[in-house]
Each structure stands twice: as structure tokens, then as C-alpha cells.
């Protein structure tokens, strides 16, 4: 006699065994089955916002294998794609380690024998209602013996929805669960280096795990486009093992693959373990750029943000502001040190607004890089040359700054506050015509932020604020300093006039960089702007002043407005917007080419050196080494008796192609040096900062290598 | 006596260089071979210097490979650049008893009832040629300039799928190489990673 309640509780365990039953399919061939595939999950119910895990289990017919993520040297990874309800999550295959297989013709393979559970991280969303949840898939896969079959199948899971679940298949999952690749261990377990010469790549794995397993293996994960051979051992010992893979492909950026290091008892064993071998960014191959501590390269940043301060371009800016701190000098110390604080505080507020649109930026997925991102921008230098005219004619005396009185009344209710605002501005100001002097410390510790997450990037422009500001606040602070500046008198009048031609010469360099962008025409048509932009402050000066009259001032206002507006619209969004981006080979002087990747291909493949100047016109470090360096004569010898090709990589306008490469240097702007001295060999990267020496130095090794080969 | 342990270390090592079957690189001279088709002709290499050779790995069971004639993808190809003056060698290397080893009477067959352009189908049931260019899949395929050095070499074209509804989206390698080579530019990808069956060599 069975009671009733045991019959009832059986049935409600086989009715829930057959609710997760899956349902499988089976590809047959010849009449014999190949492969049943089904779809299992490690759970009993769906539980609404709880992840579980569903795995693919393929049974494959004694002899007959599928393949893993990288196949190798034939066959094709098996395909899921999951039809899921609105609101489901699916994570990555997990792949287990797989099996290696050697055929005749040394052809390797990845693959699986027997039996395989690909499993998928699977979430559903917060809300489910009662009705059982059906998931689905399509799944594709190869699978050969001596000859290749595909097969694929839609597949079914259906799981009831419930407020609790209980394991399901635990001894399968567990099973595959240990096959997986962990995670690389920590530096105190086990240390992987790559180092790559020509076309051969090797990776040193130090461990002390490995006496343990007489059985070392590297199974690659090649990304899309590299084409590896197979892993060899080089040289084995007992906790070191040496992996050399040669690369098949040409390409020339390859430092690293990702992979595995499988290590067993014997091959293929089923005791295999693996460690995860992830890839490190591609720094190696910018030549000189290891990998520095966080710490190193704020120091980095903080120490270019003091040399911005000594770029051409910062210095009209930095005359202004010492020119203030002489006006502070008969003042309290407690004022100097507030207007040197509220200068800092210009200076951290435009490097932090910057910070924060780069983050922006790069979240949006666009590409941006520093070094005068915005001097690729005409209307950014446009503007910038607007605001510099504007201070020069300010200086000029052409007409005073005052602030309208009701902001004044607002905002400000002392001439202090005023002067406060007005060193911040100026620190703001100072910084907008400091980015584009990437300095040599500069350039590197913005080229490891750029890689980093926002919260680095952020407090890297927080050091190169820091940097800038020093000298300033230090200035401030210690007024002991000041003394020694001269007193204020009638001379500042003639200095502060003096000034305004050194912001002419700015505006003249920014008209270059107009002309380089937008060509002769563009040029002009933005002087014409600036010619009545001069006007309305001239009209600000001679009548809208405080002694003119209301009707006078009132009317000249309008026409200020008038005028600065419609030559805004007719000179700037008619005729400066129809100027086409200049080129580029007009620009070109003496036996320099124009740069392409594929030029640079070409001419390597033809067996020539290769040196790329990357450069803009914007660019003031580029043009000193142009003129100093490699436009000298002993230089440009050199390069000539070495044969070497000269190609210009022009960044003026912002190339997307050019901004690629510098980022695959780690730059994130010009200049940059490179010397590809052949097809196979690593490319030289020069310093910012040139020196006629080490340019010469440099061919010089290089030819001898070249002839000695 | 130490001499003669590192000379023997020496040609030990030249010659697992010499049998590891990787494929010889882009812009090196292809090994000749010397083959015959299906009616007993002999084909070299060699005999057709000056003019664009393409070589293709074949198995008549191979999903891939019938991904390719299934569809008339191949047969166009074949039938496009032999009209070019192109030579197109389908080469066989699969070994005696395994799938996709073809005799002479099934070759002449399958290039009947299959409608194919090549030059000619070899047979290579050694696995010689296909070891000398590493060749490990079916389709695998190299191009050969006239000048006897390799332009091509890798997939047919960039969808690594058996199935045929893939072709029209994929980009063919072996097309652009060719077009390049004839326009007498540089080719602009000359090496992929083949896809498809492994080739099943004889074991040596």
C-alpha cells in the first residue's frame, strides 16, 4: 500500500522533473546519430531578477568532435544565438578548456570529444509574471571526424516562474564548471612577459605551480585579422616555461594574444587547468612607453603643467599676469594671496570642465585626443583669435573693460570680488592657449590617461591644474618674492601697450593656423571679422561710456550689436563656412611627401626606411624641431646619404586616419617622431623634443643594421 | 666529441624547420610541385611562369568546398580568370582511404557533373604540394604571380561559414587579389586565415 500523499508528492517531482525536461534534437548522418544537442539550466525555476546558468550539451558520437571559441587550423566554433523574452540578460560562452588535436600535415585543432556543456550567465528582468518563462536558441555548430558535417537546431528551454528555485543538473555543471579557465592568478603566483622580435612573439610564464604539471600547453585566441602559428616550447624548466608563436599575418602591431596556458598531468587530460592570459594594452610596440605607476605620471602632469607655463603660447598670458602681480605689490598680502587663489582656481576650473567633456566624450564613443583637440577645430581657433584680438585692443586702451553694473551690484558687492573674477578669468584664459604646447612630460602621462577610466583622467588634469598654478600660488603666497619687482609707475601704462603687440603676434600665429586649415581665403575672410570686431570696440570705447548720453549709449549699443552680428553671419557662417578644408600638399616643402598608411606600406614593402613627421601648423614644439632639427642641414644630409623616405603626417585639421596612429603610439597629440627603419623591423619612436644628435645618431645605427643584415 | 653534439643539435633543429609545414610567407617564391590530373597529364608549377597561377585545396565532401561549387560560386570564379589568362589548379591532397581522396575516374566525374572551369584538377594523394604550402584546409587557396613568388594566401573570401547563403555578403579574397594583381597594384590583404576542413594528409 502506498499512501496517498507519496503518490502525490512523486507525481508533483515527476511533473516538475518534466517541466525542466528539456527537449533535445539529434543530427543524424547516414543513419547514425551525430550529435544531440540540448538546452539545460542549473536551476529548477525562473526566479524574477536571479541569475542562473543555461549550458548547451552537445553529445557527440564516439570519435567525432566540435570545436572550441579558436578552432585552429580548421573547422568553426559552434553558434548560439538566444530568442529571448524583452528584458533578459545573456552573458558570454564560457567555454571549457578544450582538447587539442594534432593530424597529419601538422594540422592542430580545438576542439571536443564525446560531450560538451557551453554555458551562458542568463538574468531575467525584476518583473515576470506566473506563465512559464520559454527561452530559445539557435545553434549552429561543425562537427567533423575525418569528414565535417554542420549541423543546427532550434532549441527550447521551459522553466516554470516561481518566488524560489532549487538546483537543477548539479553534477553536470559542476563537471564543466571545473573544465572552465580561471582568471590569471595574481603577480605573487605566477608573472607572464611578451617580448617580440620580427615577426616572433614569445611569452615567459614564471610560476611555481608548474613543477606540478610535467605538461605545458598554449592554446591562442588569435583576435579578428591575426593570423598565429602554432605555440612551440622554446625552453622549459622547472617553475619557467618559454612559448614562442611565430606571427603568420603581417601585422606589425601585434604585441600580444590572448590565450590560455593549459597544464595537466598529461596532454588532454581531463586533470587540465588553465589560466586566462589576458591582453595587455598594446604599449610595447610605441617603442619606449613601460608601463609607469599612477603616481609616477601624476608627478608627470604636475611637473608639465609648471613647463606649460614656459610654452610660447602661455607667455603673453604669463607677462599679463606678472604685469597683475606687479599692479598687487603696493596691496595687503592677504589680496595678492586671494588673487593668485582665485588664478589657481581659473586654472583647475578649466582643466576640470575639460576633464569632464573628454570623459563626455569618450563615454559617446567619439574620438578625441588632446594636444589641441579643439586647435583641429577652425571655429575654436577662430574664437580664440577673437578673444585675444579683444585683449590686445583692451590693453591698447581702445576701450576699459567694465562689468555691467547690475551684475556688478549682483555678483559682486566689492572691487576685491572684481579683481578676484578677473584673475580667474585670466587663469581660465591662460590655460585655453596652453593646450595645444604638449610639453614632452606632457605628452606621455596624457597618453597613459587617455587609456584610463575617468576617475585617472580627472585627477591627471587635476595635476597638470595643479603644475600650472604652482608658480602662481607660490607667488602669492610669498610676497617676500614680489618685492623685488619693480613699483608701479607711469612705465605700465607704456608695458601694458607693449603687451598688446605680443597678443597681436598671437593673433598673427592663429591666423596661420587659420590659413593652414582653411587656406588663404578662410584667413581673410576671418580678418574681415575681426576688423569689425575691432570697430564695435573701438564704438564701446568712444560711446558707450559712462559720461555719454543715455540716448547716445542706447544707439550704439544697437549698433554694436548690429555690426558684430551681421558680419558674424556674413563673414563667418557664409563666406568662412564655404572655405573647404585646405590640402594638405600645398603645405609641403622640399623633398617631403605627403603621409598615407598605404604610402608607408608601399614604401616598405619596396624595402626603403621610413621616417613620418607627425605634425600641425598649430603645433609650435613641431615647427621649432622642423626649423632646428630636421630641416638642418646636417639632418637632412643624413637623411638623403641614408636613402631614407620622408613622409608628413599632417594633423592640422584633425585626420581621423592620423588620430588612429597616434593613438596606437600612445600620443594623444603631435609631434611625433618614427622611424620604420624595414618591413619587418620594430618602428623607432623619437622624443618630443628633438635634438639634431640623436636624430643622426639613430640613422646611423639604423643603416648599419640594415646593411649588416 | 662536443663539437659533434651541437652539430647534431644544429641539423636536428634545421630539420624540424625544414617539416614543420607552415606556410611559406607572402612575397616568397611558391614551391614548384609536379602533378598529374585526371586523364594522366602532368602539371608543374614551373610550366606556367609569366602568368598569374591560383591554386586551390579541394575535397569533394567538404561542406566548404561544396559551400563553393554548390552555390557556382567556384565554377565563376574558374570560369572568369581562366578567360583572363589566369591558370587555375584545383589540387586534391587528401590521402588514399581517408574522405575527399579522389581516383582519377571520380575526378573526371566530379568535373563533369559539377561543370567546373579550372585548368586542371591534380591529385596530390602524397600530400606533397599541399605540405610544401602548409596548406591545411579545404578551400585553401594562393595566388602566384607571374613571377613565381606568392601574392595570396588564405581563405576564400571573409565569411568562415559552410553555409552558401553567406557569399553574396562576404568579400572575396581571391577575387580582389586577383583584380589588384591584373591592375597591377599592390594587393591590399594578401594573407587571411583559411577556413574549412582540415586536409587529411598521408601520416609520414
Redesign the interface.
Same mark, same amino acid.
Given at each position: 500500500m502506498i499512501p496517498a500523499s507519496r503518490v502525490i508528492a512523486c507525481a508533483i517531482v515527476c511533473l516538475s522533473i518534466f517541466a525542466v525536461l528539456p527537449q533535445g534534437q539529434s543530427q543524424t548522418y547516414e543513419g547514425k546519430q551525430l550529435v544531440k544537442a540540448e538546452l539545460l539550466a542549473d536551476t529548477n525555476a525562473v526566479v524574477p531578477g536571479k541569475t542562473f546558468t543555461v549550458g548547451l550539451l552537445l553529445r557527440m558520437a564516439p570519435g567525432w568532435h566540435t570545436y572550441w571559441k579558436f578552432s585552429g587550423?580548421?573547422?568553426?566554433p559552434t553558434e548560439l544565438k538566444w530568442k529571448l523574452p524583452p528584458g533578459w540578460k545573456i552573458g558570454e560562452i564560457q567555454w571549457p578548456i578544450p582538447l587539442k588535436t594534432i593530424?597529419?600535415?601538422?594540422?592542430e585543432?580545438y576542439g571536443y570529444e564525446n560531450e560538451v556543456l557551453l554555458m551562458q550567465e542568463i538574468t531575467p528582468p525584476q518583473k515576470l509574471d506566473n506563465s512559464p518563462a520559454k527561452l530559445s536558441a539557435d545553434v549552429?555548430w561543425?562537427v567533423?571526424e575525418?569528414?565535417?558535417?554542420?549541423g543546427s537546431a532550434t532549441l527550447q528551454l521551459e522553466l516554470p516562474t516561481s518566488t524560489t528555485s532549487e538546483a537543477a543538473n548539479t553534477e553536470l555543471f559542476a563537471l564543466y564548471r571545473g573544465l572552465l579557465p580561471q582568471n590569471w592568478p595574481g603577480s605573487n603566483v605566477a608573472s607572464a612577459s611578451w617580448s617580440r622580435t620580427g615577426s616572433d612573439l614569445r611569452l615567459k610564464v614564471t610560476s611555481e605551480t608548474l613543477a606540478n604539471f610535467p605538461t605545458v600547453d598554449l592554446f591562442p585566441l588569435?583576435e579578428q585579422g591575426a593570423?598565429v602559428?602554432?605555440p612551440k616550447i622554446d625552453s622549459r624548466s622547472k617553475s619557467e616555461v618559454v612559448f614562442h608563436i611565430?606571427i603568420?599575418?603581417?601585422e606589425k602591431n601585434l604585441s600580444s594574444v590572448p590565450g590560455l596556458v593549459v597544464f595537466s598531468q598529461r596532454p588532454n587530460e581531463d586533470d587540465r587547468a588553465a589560466w586566462q592570459i589576458a591582453t595587455p594594452p598594446n604599449v610595447s610596440t610605441a617603442g619606449a612607453a613601460p608601463v609607469r605607476g599612477i603616481f609616477t605620471f601624476l608627478l608627470f602632469g604636475f611637473l608639465g603643467g609648471i613647463i606649460l607655463n614656459l610654452m610660447p603660447c602661455v607667455l603673453p598670458v604669463i607677462s599679463l599676469k606678472i604685469f597683475g602681480f606687479i599692479q598687487h605689490a603696493g596691496q595687503s598680502r592677504q589680496k595678492i594671496l586671494r588673487s593668485g587663489i582665485a588664478f589657481a582656481a581659473g586654472i583647475f576650473a578649466w582643466f576640470i570642465a575639460l576633464a569632464l567633456l573628454l570623459i563626455v566624450l569618450k563615454g559617446a564613443g567619439r574620438e578625441v585626443t588632446w594636444g589641441g583637440f579643439q586647435f583641429t577645430n577652425a571655429y575654436f581657433v577662430l574664437a580664440l583669435s577673437v578673444i585675444v584680438l579683444v585683449f590686445a585692443l583692451n590693453l591698447f586702451g581702445v576701450f576699459e573693460i567694465s562689468l555691467p553694473q547690475s551684475m556688478t551690484r549682483g555678483l559682486l558687492s566689492t572691487t576685491e570680488r572684481k579683481d578676484d573674477l578677473g584673475s580667474f578669468f585670466q587663469g581660465i584664459f591662460a590655460t585655453v592657449l596652453a593646450t595645444p604646447c604638449t610639453a614632452p612630460f606632457l605628452g606621455t602621462a596624457l597618453g597613459f590617461a587617455f587609456s584610463q577610466s575617468p576617475a585617472i583622467i580627472l585627477s591627471m588634469f587635476v595635476a597638470i591644474a595643479a603644475g600650472m598654478s604652482a608658480p602662481y600660488l607660490l607667488l602669492s603666497a610669498q610676497p617676500a618674492w614680489l618685492r623685488f619687482l619693480p613699483k608701479p609707475g607711469p612705465w605700465m601704462l607704456h608695458v601694458k601697450q607693449f603687451m598688446g603687440f605680443l597678443l597681436l603676434a598671437t593673433l598673427l600665429f592663429l591666423l596661420y593656423v587659420l590659413g593652414a586649415q582653411r587656406g588663404l581665403e578662410g584667413a581673410i575672410w576671418a580678418s574681415c571679422f575681426l576688423l569689425l570686431i575691432s570697430i564695435a570696440c573701438w564704438m564701446k570705447g568712444a560711446f558707450i561710456t559712462p559720461t555719454a548720453s543715455v540716448t547716445t549709449r542706447r544707439i550704439s549699443v544697437v549698433l554694436v550689436l548690429v555690426l558684430v552680428l551681421a558680419s558674424g553671419i556674413y563673414f563667418i557662417s557664409g563666406k568662412f563656412r564655404s572655405t573647404t578644408l585646405a590640402s594638405v600638399g600645398s603645405r609641403l616643402r622640399g623633398d617631403w611627401q605627403v603621409f598615407t598608411p598605404d604610402r608607408l606600406?608601399?614604401e616598405l614593402?619596396q624595402g626603403h626606411s621610413v621616417f613620418v613627421d607627425f605634425t600641425a601648423a598649430w603645433c609650435l614644439t613641431c615647427k621649432f624641431n622642423e626649423a632646428n632639427v630636421l630641416e638642418s642641414a646636417a639632418v637632412r644630409e643624413a637623411f638623403q646619404r641614408h636613402a631614407i623616405v620622408k613622409l608628413k603626417a599632417d594633423w592640422t585639421n584633425g585626420d581621423p586616419v592620423i588620430t588612429k596612429l597616434l593613438q596606437q603610439f600612445g600620443r594623444p597629440g603631435v609631434p611625433l617622431y618614427v622611424l620604420y627603419p624595414g618591413k619587418s623591423e620594430k618602428p623607432i619612436v623619437f622624443p618630443e623634443l628633438l635634438t639634431r644628435s640623436i636624430i643622426l645618431e639613430k640613422l646611423e645605427a639604423t643603416s648599419r643594421a640594415v646593411a649588416s643584415q | 666529441m662536443k663539437t659533434k653534439t651541437i652539430l647534431t643539435i644544429i641539423t636536428a633543429l634545421m630539420a624540424t624547420a625544414v617539416f /614543420?609545414?607552415? $606556410?611559406p610567407?607572402?612575397g616568397s617564391a611558391a614551391p614548384d610541385f609536379s602533378l598529374t590530373d585526371a586523364s594522366g597529364k602532368t602539371h608543374s608549377l614551373s610550366q606556367y611562369k609569366g602568368k598569374y597561377v591560383v591554386l586551390e585545396w579541394f575535397n569533394p565532401?567538404?561542406?566548404?568546398v561544396k559551400k563553393h561549387y554548390g552555390s557556382g560560386n567556384m565554377q565563376k570564379l574558374q570560369q572568369q580568370y581562366t578567360g583572363k589568362g589566369v591558370v587555375w589548379l584545383t589540387i586534391d591532397?587528401n /590521402?588514399p582511404g581517408?574522405?575527399?581522396n579522389i581516383t582519377p575516374e571520380q575526378a573526371q566525374k566530379i568535373a563533369e557533373s559539377w561543370k567546373t572551369h579550372q585548368t586542371a584538377l591534380l591529385l596530390d594523394s602524397e600530400?606533397k604540394a599541399?605540405?610544401a604550402y602548409?596548406a591545411?584546409?579545404t578551400p585553401n587557396m594562393v595566388v602566384v604571380s607571374p613571377e613565381g613568388k606568392i601574392a595570396y594566401e588564405?581563405a576564400i573570401d571573409s565569411k568562415?561559414? +559552410?553555409?552558401p547563403a553567406d557569399i553574396p555578403n562576404s568579400t572575396n579574397y581571391v577575387k580582389a587579389a586577383l583584380d589588384e594583381s591584373l591592375a597591377g597594384k $599592390?594587393v591590399t590583404t +594578401?594573407?587571411?586565415?583559411p577556413?574549412?576542413?582540415?586536409?587529411?594528409?598521408?601520416?609520414?
Open positions: 587550423d580548421a573547422g568553426l593530424d597529419p600535415g601538422d594540422i585543432t549552429n561543425l567533423c575525418k569528414i565535417c558535417i554542420p588569435p593570423v602559428g602554432h611565430p603568420e599575418s603581417s606600406q608601399a614593402e | /614543420a609545414f607552415d $606556410p610567407p607572402v565532401e567538404c561542406p566548404f591532397s /590521402a581517408t574522405e575527399g600530400g599541399g605540405r602548409g591545411k584546409n588564405g568562415a561559414t +559552410p553555409n $599592390p +594578401p594573407q587571411t586565415k577556413y574549412g576542413c582540415s586536409v587529411k594528409y598521408k601520416s609520414s
